[in-house]
């Protein structure tokens, strides 16, 4: 195996950038993913600073290996990629008649490797990957041909992942239509005609400002995109004050609306506490029940507020210049006094039995994902260290 640096270049890269086609294409770390390449962001150089690095002019079936950040994760040039440049990034062009790129990928990318590379890791705080020690790595290598076929069963493995996570993605596209037509009244479900009524949050929701008398300390945070987390999980400490009588203390079903704006999330999130009996939360918080569970659905709701329903009101509610702290000012009487419009108790219901059902499914694939992956890093455990050996025809 051969490994060149790619970062003896002359100057800095960024002062070479060019918006023509005609640029050379520059590969960087970030472009660097266990599934292949991702071609967003990619920048182009000039064709003189191009002709100064040709060291790391890169061919078809190279491997890649970032060197700083996410060190050791590997990917295969690509055919349309070939004659680009690149930088931080170890170059390894592996003799065909020794070494299939494939194994290596896979022996790079896996646990074992990530070993190997964290052994040889240098830096206190930025951790980096020399190129010198890279090439001191040794490990097991079998023939050409057990190479080729070891590669050729994980790759199969790698097709059934992506096979399924392709699934994943249209069951999620699909429940997205699913949430902008029925949570809109833009598609109606057999039997339901009658007029979706408009009325506040307030007619349907309570506000909660119960204090945690009772001592609850299992502190949480609202994160949009995982829900109720717990704040020692989410933060990997607590930052909630010692005394924790002053703070919210929310039941199993009930809501909070976190103000601060995030992905995908631009005037903040409402969320169900669903995974706790209890959670203790700050009071900057806007946290509510249902009024009359005969008449409001919480599955419906859940589902409504998940597909940002209310942010049409929430951008009207919420005055100019008043984002302290990160957080939208956004007050408890103007929440609750914000407009819905909603079917009646028998059509909610039926539409979050509907959602509930793509939800369900999108869950089941992704266990099957998480499955096929743990089944393929024990086929890796053993492929890869020759525990296990494969007959070849």
């Known amino acids: 195996m051969t490994t060149l640096l790619t970062n003896g270049f002359v100057g800095k890269a960024k002062d070479h950038y060019v918006e023509s086609d005609a640029g050379i294409l520059y590969i960087q770390g970030y472009n660097v993913t266990e599934s292949g ?21 890169l061919k078809e079936g190279d491997l ?27 170059i390894s062009r592996l003799k065909n008649n020794l070494a299939h790129p494939n194994f290596f990928l896979h022996y790079f990318n896996s646990e074992i490797g990530t070993r190997q590379f964290k052994r040889i890791e240098t830096g206190s705080t930025m951790k980096h990957l020399n190129v010198g020690d890279m090439e001191s790595l040794q490990f097991p290598i079998p023939p050409l041909s057990e190479q080729k076929a070891i590669a050729r069963v994980l790759g199969l493995m790698d097709g059934a992942i992506n096979q399924n996570n392709q699934l994943i993605a249209q069951k999620e596209l699909r429940k997205k239509w699913l949430m902008q037509n029925l949570l809109t009244g833009k598609k109606r479900l057999t039997g339901f005609t009658d007029e979706w009524k408009e009325s506040k949050l307030s007619d349907s929701f309570v506000r909660v400002t119960r204090k945690n008398t009772e001592v609850c300390t299992n502190v949480v945070t609202i994160s949009a995109q995982r829900g109720f987390v717990r704040q020692t ?12 009588d002053n ?18 999330y631009p005037w903040g999130a409402t969320k169900r506490l669903n995974d706790f009996d209890k959670a203790v939360v700050t009071t900057l918080y806007i946290c509510f029940g249902i009024r ?3 008449m409001t659905d919480g599955e419906f709701f859940e589902q409504f507020f998940e597909a940002n329903s209310l942010d049409r009101g929430l951008t009207r509610i919420a005055h100019e210049g008043g984002r302290a702290h990160g957080l939208l000012n956004v007050t408890p009487s103007d929440f609750f006094s914000l407009s819905i419009t909603v079917p009646n108790f028998d059509e909610q ?30 086929m890796m455990q053993q492929l890869l260290t020759g525990k296990k050996r494969l007959r070849l025809d």
């Open 37 to 57: 390449f991702n071609h967003f962001g990619i920048k182009r150089v000039s064709a003189e600073f191009h002709e100064r690095n040709r060291k790391s002019c």
């Open 64 to 90: 890649l290996t970032i060197q700083t950040g996410q060190i050791g994760l590997t990917s295969i040039v690509p055919k349309e990629l070939a004659g680009s440049n690149c930088h931080a990034l170890v």
């Open 233 to 244: 999980d989410f933060f990997n400490k607590s930052i909630a004050s010692e005394t924790l």
């Open 247 to 264: 703070y919210f203390l929310v039941h199993h079903g009930e809501y909070c609306y976190n103000k601060s704006y995030s992905n995908g």
């Open 292 to 294: 009359d569970p005969k």
């Open 349 to 378: 219901t039926a539409i979050s039995k509907v959602l509930q059902a793509a939800d369900k499914e999108i869950t089941l694939l992704k266990t099957k994902t998480e499955k096929l992956r743990e089944q393929k890093k024990g």
